[in-house]
């Protein structure tokens, strides 16, 4: 008999349907895990679950009682409680380094965009009110070449995003990290700050750090009272590592210039957010890694990650070592 897994969310179309030749498969996508009969039914006997931003704790885990692995769609794993999932030996996966260039991309696009107020300028040009031939200094965006870029969390994407920055742009560049990174020093002329240096410092400040404890409500009232009025801020890292109603009294305030934003406190985000009433805001939908080639690349590490796991190995990608240590 086939071993039963869930897909969740998101999960490539090529990757599914091979997953569907060797396991019995169910899809869901937008339910309420705590209360659909169904995922209840198929969780209770699934050995596996592959798929994005599931909220997984203490109760899911007590619903699937036959977990082996679950594999997350993302780099990020603020969705799944490890501890709970390490007491019951149930690895936990997601995928590093596949997405990497493609988010710092992202969020080099969502930088220029702000700065240049392209979005806004798309509307303008779209609604007919081009009517001279020159645009006036009320349009004008901000120079991003030879900019300082304030980085903080130096890691996988943080190192793209400055290798963009320096060798594309000639910006400066400051990062923030828990940890010195060497390499980026040397490779990225990057220098080290703490945290108030390098909000005071930079011209643009991108947040992509994961979010933990730690993280969560790092970026607040305080710290946007600390950059410069003249600062853009970039999230591309989750919507609760600021707390986003500090971020709108700073934009209200002028305390910053303005904000590119990948992520959301709540995502989809609440229709009457007020931030989607800012011309100084560009928003996109959590799009980080969302390109054709990439999502497929994280479905097939995902999967790959889902079948070690299903099968007692220790997958590529195991982000709760302790599980399988369990196992063993
Ligand atoms: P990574 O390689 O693990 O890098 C994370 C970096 O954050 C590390 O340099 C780490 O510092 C730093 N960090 C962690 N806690 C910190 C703290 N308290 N203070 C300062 N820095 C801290 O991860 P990655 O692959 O670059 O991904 C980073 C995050 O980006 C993901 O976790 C996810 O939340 C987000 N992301 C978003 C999208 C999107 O679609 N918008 C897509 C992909 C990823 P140390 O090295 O010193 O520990
Ligand atoms: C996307 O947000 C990811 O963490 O991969």
Redesign the pocket.
Known sequence: MKKKIIAYNRVEKPVLDDLKKKYDVRFFKNIDTKNDPEFLEHLSESEGIIGLELPVDAELLDNGPNLKVISNV?????NLDLDEMTKRQIMGTNT??V??DT?AD?VFGILAATARRIPELDQFVKNGEWQTEAVGSEHYGINIHHKTLGI???????KAIAQRGHFGFDMDILY????R?PDAEQTFNAAYRT?DQLLEESDFVCM?????P??EG?IGKREFQKMKKSAIFIN???GKTIVEQDLIEALKNGDITAAGL??FENEPIEPDNPLLNMKNVVTTP?????THETELAMSELAAENLEAGLNGKRPPNLVNPAAFEKIE
């Not at 993302?74 to 603020?78: F, T």
């Not at 992509?208 to 933990?212: C, G, K, Q």
């Open positions: 993302s780099v990020g794993y603020n590093p380094g997405l990497t988010v992202t903080i969390g130096m890691g996988r994407i943080g923030h990290s828990r940890t990174k945290l992509i750090t994961p979010l933990t730690e993280t790092m591309g890292s989750r990948d992520v959590h799009i980080g890694s969302s």
